[in-house]
């Protein structure tokens, strides 16, 4: 979503700066252009639409009648729009945690917390801000708990994937060293948040910024459609 929305900025940019007046024949030209820039990457954003209106106005042009044109375009071909997702990436949250949920073994392994994210003129519960799953191992009669930040991301981008913000990084590192449990980050990439292509288990204390490396996940893959396993001991999962 976001190399085409600076795909679709740069395209804008472009076509804003023409110096001649345009005839209608190239009005429609340009947002013929910006539509196709728009719904390259599979969703029209709340940014692009703005977008979309404003090049309408200036143009004379029925906005509405564009956006319902461009929403169909995608429809056709087989693309969801983004005014039909509530939150698209919230969706894409809640799809790759629940994922994570089910490869943890019913078993062994029990749900304590799964943290939301309702709020309200900024207000929100304090596990808002607390990694997404709180799971407690049971083994030998003895429980154990641990944390898992769950990212899926669509692709690398150059090699690397940045699987947080700074504040987020801050966070996690402070919940897991103020409660005393270990958390992990789980992040899938490639294929669908429900169905990710590759998946990564990766300790929170060996990440040191938001951006990571390909090579330094080799060691952190793991079968997509494999349960996860604890070692307590060792605080190694995987």
Excluded at 35 to 56: F, H, M, Q, R, Y
Excluded at 57 to 66: L, N, P, Q, V
Aim: proline share 3%.
């Amino acid at each position: 979503m976001g190399i085409g929305s600076v795909v679709f900025a740069a395209g804008l940019v472009v076509f804003t700066f023409a110096k001649r007046p345009e005839t209608d024949v190239e009005k429609q030209k340009r947002m013929d252009h910006v539509i196709e820039l728009a719904i390259a990457d599979g969703v029209l954003t709340k940014n692009e639409l703005s977008k979309i209106k404003e090049l309408a106005e200036e143009s004379g042009m029925d906005a509405a009648t564009i956006i319902k044109d461009a929403e169909q375009k995608m429809a056709e071909l087989g693309i969801a729009s983004e005014t039909e997702l509530v939150d698209y990436a919230k969706k894409s949250g809640d799809d790759f945690e629940k994922y994570v949920v089910q490869n943890f073994s019913k078993k062994y392994f029990t749900v304590k917390e799964w943290a939301g994210d309702k709020y309200v003129n900024g207000v929100y519960a304090e596990t808002t801000q607390h990694p997404d799953l709180l799971m407690e191992l049971s083994s030998h009669g003895v429980k154990h708990l641990l944390s898992v930040e769950c990212k899926w991301r669509k692709e690398f981008h150059n090699d690397f994937i940045q699987f947080a913000n700074e504040a987020q990084l801050k966070r996690y590192k402070k919940y897991e060293k103020d409660n005393g449990i270990p958390v992990f980050i789980a992040l899938g990439v490639g294929g669908t948040p429900s169905k990710p292509a590759q998946l990564f288990v990766i300790p929170l204390r060996s990440l040191r910024k938001v951006h990571v490396h390909k090579d330094q996940l080799e060691d952190h893959q793991k079968d997509v459609d494999a349960e996860f396993y604890y070692d307590h001991e060792t605080r190694n999962f995987r």
